[in-house]
């Protein structure tokens, strides 16, 4: 039987065979922390006295804040800035942009090789077939140290795109489609690979538009093999000829996919949920208050072509505003050399520094209180971009909203713009509470919080507005102060309670103070019938117990007292007098646990 592409990169890695749900150690090409995460890389990599591995294949990108507008966001920076010095580590700064695009740019990373960020969408290098995954900062310590760390060998998933879709349709219009029909956990712990005439005829910009929203759908890495217009690229602007990585004909798959996107209409995702997908035709009349065109997902300079033929000698609706980021400094300079910075700027644009934008609540695109915003991210859940109603669409959508005022195709815009409502104002509360001490003990006994809820994710358990703290003593009290129905749990919650939850629990950013407010508060594990996978990674990294048990929200309820083995996997019902039996703590993830953590030394 042959082998997928990511069987392939991973044995070309590693010394290890790449078989399906085999754990085996990964080497690194790029090594790579953020602006938020590079400061807890720091932290841990100097309070366990490790060193730096390789310093040519270990990088900082300063993307999340370019702006350093926040201070505890630029003192984490100076933090790495301090230690990139002492170190002789090469750091994008904050006129760079995105550092995914970056690594594409620079050549980082080529077609068949590695990249580990504490970015979330560092899948996106799937766009040029090579391997990329966002991790916390306790893995991102590992790899800086040691060059290399595990990773469980996924199935791979083959998705064949049938048809070409219309011309109003885009490649964020096509991946919006998919998470249409996989949903938000469809992908989740597979890998993809792309396939199709559509497949084979996209750029590399709409690439990285379709492969940067793998995460949504909760897969590892969606997979391009790549074409002639990828390999032109790293020959004509990287100036290196590479030997791109091929699936065998006879490859072993999990199961195909077939998405038809036969003369696909533009799309757009409802507010809180990326996978809540419609066509833009059927939004019926909802009026926009700002708009942005930004992101890793939409910041390409192609992008940036298709806003500016909109918004060419048009201007933006009255009281509204347009925020326009380009992804990296490199697309920055073209826009200006092209036109399109002059174009945005008459039709009244905000044109921002190179970065993330809208993801980061350091850099521009957040909301306030029912403000309605239309955004070419990859993410729209509540909360993430301030406490307004956020869209995800295309640039050409976007732009065509931005000057209708209201949510519209490019092929339909209004003459006449809408008016539109003020927001008000919203501002937040939360309560201190002193967390409890760490313990680890086998068998657990705890009072059960069932939250029959799917794909609860990072923002909702620890939003990014507290991105900055790095104290686990302080991350308790704001434990699921995003969620619906439990913004009171981190006051009501006891040391020992257990949580419970639903499928694809953790999914979205990969920050690690998703996991630390559980432990800050003393929780004793957490269950749930499937993690993201970033998350599953923090918790056993960390040494945060967690378990799988498929359907336990319907087998039990809210404040029963549950025993649970983690050897065994036995999870003991005392209210209802039942036994269940959940998937035990593999091998790896015993010994991570019972040594306190991925980084701490044995005796």
């Known amino acids: 039987m042959g082998k997928t592409i990511i069987q392939k990169i991973f044995e070309n890695h590693s010394s290890q065979k790449a078989v399906v749900g085999n754990i085996i150690d990964i080497e ?19 309070e366990n006295r490790l060193g730096v591995d390789d310093v040519s294949k270990t990088f900082f990108t300063f993307d999340t804040n370019p702006g350093g507008c926040s201070q505890k966001y630029a003192a984490n920076q100076h933090i790495c800035r301090l230690f990139a010095r002492k170190h002789d580590i090469k750091i994008y700064d904050v006129d760079q942009g995105i550092g995914t695009h970056i690594a594409i740019e620079d050549g980082l990373v080529t077609p068949g090789g590695t990249l580990i960020s504490t970015d979330s969408h560092a899948n996106i290098l799937g766009a040029v077939g090579a391997f990329g995954q966002g991790m916390g900062d306790k893995d991102i310590a590992h790899a800086w140290a040691h060059g290399k760390i595990w990773f469980k060998v996924p199935p791979t998933i083959k998705i064949e795109l049938k048809g070409k879709p219309s011309d109003s349709a885009s490649p964020k219009d096509v991946v919006l489609s998919m998470l249409e029909k996989l949903g938000a956990n469809g992908l989740l712990g597979y890998a993809a690979e792309m396939y199709g005439e559509y497949v084979d005829s996209l750029s590399l910009d709409g690439r990285i538009t379709i492969a940067s929203m793998a995460t949504e759908m ?67 009349d909802v009026r926009v208050d700002s708009g942005i065109i930004a992101s890793c997902t939409n910041g390409r300079f192609e992008d940036m072509q298709v806003a500016a033929e909109i918004l060419k000698d048009r201007k933006i609706a009255p009281g509204r505003v347009l925020k326009i980021v380009p992804a990296t400094n490199r697309i920055w ?102 967390p409890s001490q760490d313990q680890k003990p086998i068998e657990v006994k705890g009072r059960a919080w069932v939250i029959d809820k799917d794909n ?61 407010c559980f ?36 087998k039990i309820d809210d404040k029963d007292i549950l025993s649970v083995n983690f050897k065994t996997g036995e999870i003991i019902d005392e209210t209802k007098e039942i036994t269940l039996k959940a998937k035990p703590f593999s091998p790896s993830q015993l010994e991570i646990y019972q040594r306190g953590g991925l980084l701490m030394k044995t005796d």
């Open 28 to 46: 690194i090409d790029a090594r790579v922390a953020r602006d938020f995460g590079g400061a807890n890389v720091v932290k841990n990599l100097e």
């Open 218 to 284: 909760a897969g590892i890495v969606l997979l391009f093999p790549p074409n002639d217009d990828v390999l032109d690229f790293y020959r004509d602007c990287v100036g290196v000829d590479v030997q791109p990585v091929y699936a065998d004909d006879d490859a072993d798959y999990e199961k195909t996919i077939e998405i038809d996107i036969s003369n696909l209409r533009p799309k757009i995702a409802r507010p809180g949920h990326p996978e809540d997908v419609i066509n833009v035709d059927d939004a019926g």
């Open 333 to 434: 300079e073209e826009c200006l050399q092209e036109g399109l910075i002059d174009i945005f700027k008459k039709a009244g644009a905000l044109i921002g520094a190179a970065g993330c934008a809208g993801c980061a609540a350091g850099q521009i695109g957040q909301t306030g209180e029912d403000e309605v915003e239309i955004s070419t991210g990859n993410r729209n859940f509540t909360g993430k971009q301030g406490p307004g109603n956020v869209y995800l669409a295309s640039p050409a959508t976007v732009a065509a909203s931005l000057v209708s005022g209201k949510i519209t195709s490019s092929d339909n815009i209004d003459k006449k713009p809408v008016p539109v409502a003020i927001p008000r104002k919203q501002t937040y509360e939360a309560q201190q509470r002193k």
């Open 456 to 516: 609860i994710d990072t923002d909702m358990i620890f939003h990014n507005r507290y991105l900055h703290i790095t104290d686990i003593e302080e991350m308790g009290q704001y434990t699921f102060d995003n969620l619906e129905g439990y913004k009171d749990f981190a006051q009501k919650a006891k040391p020992k309670d257990i949580v419970v939850a639903g499928k694809n629990f953790g999914c979205g950013s990969s920050r690690q103070q998703a996991v630390d």
């Open 519 to 554: 432990k800050s508060l003393g929780i004793s594990v957490i269950i749930a019938e499937s993690f993201g996978a970033i998350y599953e990674r923090n918790a056993i990294n960390n040494a945060m117990p967690i378990i799988i048990c498929e359907g336990i929200t319907k």
